[in-house]
């Protein structure tokens, strides 16, 4: 028998992180899962440790794509605006480097436990040191396996980078 989840996010890094928060603020069930025994370890790095979190020049027109309606589609939907409200929401300081690049003052980590945060108020479940086994449909279910257990989903979500 397997435990069930409406989505299930394979990678926690930033991709990661923001797809099981909105799915859970739309009450989703959603399991969350990496390989580290460290949730973020990319965005803790990125940016000399600082992290490049958003741009505020971002734009569809910046972007190069088969079809150009998803890019505005997509982005109209989570602005970097909407970003940087969050990040004023937990009182991180950042400021500007080049071309509208956005860096913590301080530490990229402030970020990580922000999205963990995030991830918390939206009933995520994250399980980190999760070695999957398999990945399989069947029935329109996904069923990704470890040694030990089976949980199943209607939606994936690959975010591995």
């Known amino acids: 028998m397997s435990i069930q989840y409406d989505v299930i996010i394979v990678g926690a890094g930033a991709a990661g992180m923001m797809s099981a928060i909105e799915a859970g603020k739309r009450g989703r069930k959603v399991l969350l899962v990496d390989h580290y025994k460290k949730i973020g370890e990319k965005i803790r790095i990125s940016g000399g440790g600082r992290c490049n979190f958003t741009n505020i020049n971002t734009n569809p027109n910046k972007f190069l794509s088969q079809n150009p309606k998803y ?23 950042f400021h500007e480097k080049k071309l509208g690049q956005l860096f913590c ?5 402030q970020i990580v436990e922000m999205l963990l945060k995030e991830c918390e108020l939206a009933n995520v479940t994250v399980l980190k040191e999760f070695i999957i086994t398999s990945v399989d449909k069947n029935n329109n279910q996904y069923l990704v396996s470890t040694e030990t257990e089976q949980y199943s989903s209607e939606s994936l979500i690959v975010a591995t980078g």
């Open 105 to 109: 003052d301080h530490s990229a980590q």
């Open 71 to 93: 890019v505005r589609s997509a982005l109209s939907q989570y602005t970097q605006n909407d970003f940087i409200n969050l990040i004023n929401k937990y009182e991180i300081k």
